[in-house]
């Protein structure tokens, strides 16, 4: 099973990135998908969540009205549009891939991160 995220950089506040996380190994419409952010010291926060199907997302209030995430099934990717980007949310960006049956997570898979940073 791989996740790769790309993407992340060095940004200046105000400008936008945009991540990416291809996925193989798995059966990618059985997973909700997820990016998950960290900065050293701080516990993760997650950043944005979208369904396996019905096109349900998640925000953390954070980000509202700045970040958008969407996926692609065929491909078999996620995204996560960053727009208005502020120093705040520097951080290493985790893509997150989970199976859910019955309110039991029965798989849980992790991408290797990518550095986003903001300079004020």
């Known amino acids: 099973v791989q996740l790769q995220a790309s993407g992340g950089g060095l940004v200046q506040a105000g400008g936008s990135l945009r991540l990416s996380c291809a996925v193989s190994?798995?059966?990618?419409?059985?997973?909700?998908m997820s990016w998950i952010r960290q900065v050293p010291g701080k516990e993760r926060e997650v950043v944005s969540c979208?369904?396996?199907?019905?096109?349900?997302?998640y925000y953390a209030d954070s980000v509202k009205g700045r970040f958008s995430i969407s996926r692609d099934n065929a491909k078999r990717a996620v995204y996560l549009q960053m727009n208005n980007l502020k120093p705040e949310d520097t951080a290493v960006y985790y893509c997150?891939?989970?199976?859910?049956?019955?309110?039991?997570?029965?798989?849980?898979?992790w991408g290797q991160g990518t550095q986003v940073t903001v300079s004020s």
């Open positions: 190994g798995i059966t990618f419409d059985d997973y909700a």
């Open positions: 997150n891939a989970v199976r859910v049956i019955v309110s039991t997570t029965v798989s849980e898979y």
């Open positions: 979208t369904s396996k199907s019905d096109g349900s997302t």
